[in-house]
């Protein structure tokens, strides 16, 4: 479904459009605890005996204060929940977090779903969230593990398939393969996070009015690169919980530095 119209784009096909997403932002950090040990990882390579097997550095955005608008952008709604790859491989299924650790048994209706997907290997790169009746996330629900065995996950990226590394084909071509895989399960734990093709303003201004924190803006033809890339770019939403706890959050850290 796409938005109608421009400026004057009809907002009850918007917030059907918007309705099925959530989002939220998650801070990525440059550093990786595995296995005890604490390292950069973008210092390291796949080589490194300290680099967890086949784990991928995660993309992040760079702030921006308005949304791209012109044709080569595509938009995503922004969960509020915990940053995650999902890994299969030969070792079986695991859902790493950005501190390295595997949370399988926590959320298990994620780990059903990625292990009824019918091919060998992958990497997916997502978004594990918790909702309330409304299709809202809750992040507090994931924080205090009230709901851990409702908490499903947003996928937005594809990284690898069978054997195959993905990173450098363009964001058009790795959605595409992941709407292809996530469609051989009918499994709620996985759900692709669709993209809207449509002026950047447009999709913030809606996301903001449904009470979305932000929306990331990918350029079409950009490959996953680690760290922050120009060719991702994420607004918030001021009003938006998340964005208020965030800063919160961010003002404690201050004050204790100061004292």
Not at 114 to 126: E, F, K, M, N
Not at 166 to 186: C, F, Q, T, V
Not at 231 to 251: F, G, H, Q, T
Request: charged share 30%; with cysteine.
């Amino acid at each position: 479904m796409r938005v109608i119209g421009a400026a004057g784009a009809n907002a009850l096909t918007t917030r059907k459009l918007l309705q099925p997403l959530v989002m939220g932002p998650r801070k990525v950090s440059d550093r990786l605890r595995y296995r005890g040990q604490l390292f950069d990882f973008r210092d390291v390579t796949a080589h490194s005996p300290y680099a967890p097997p086949r784990f991928h550095w995660s993309l992040s955005s760079i702030p921006a204060e308005r949304p791209p608008c012109g044709p080569g952008w595509i938009h995503e709604i922004k969960h509020d929940g915990f940053r995650m790859m999902v890994r299969r491989d030969a070792a079986g299924i695991r859902l790493l977090t950005r501190n390295g650790h595997d949370w399988a048994d926590r959320y298990p209706r994620i780990a059903e779903a990625a292990g009824a997907l019918g091919v060998r290997s992958y990497l997916i790169d997502g978004e594990a969230v918790a909702c309330d009746g409304n299709g809202m996330p809750l992040f507090d629900r994931l924080r205090y593990r009230r709901q851990d065995g409702a908490v499903f996950l947003f996928a937005f990226d594809l990284l690898e398939l069978n054997g195959q590394d993905l990173r450098r084909e363009p964001i058009e071509i790795r959605k595409r393969e992941l709407g292809k895989l996530l469609r051989w399960s009918a499994q709620i734990g996985l759900q692709l996070n669709e993209h809207i093709a449509e002026p950047g303003d447009i999709v913030f201004h809606h996301a903001c009015e449904l009470g979305f924190e932000s929306i990331v803006s990918k350029r079409l033809g950009s490959r996953y690169r680690s760290g922050r890339s120009p060719d991702r770019l994420k607004m918030k939403n001021p009003n938006a919980p998340a964005v208020k706890r965030e800063a919160e959050e961010d003002w404690g850290r201050n004050q204790w530095r100061r004292r």
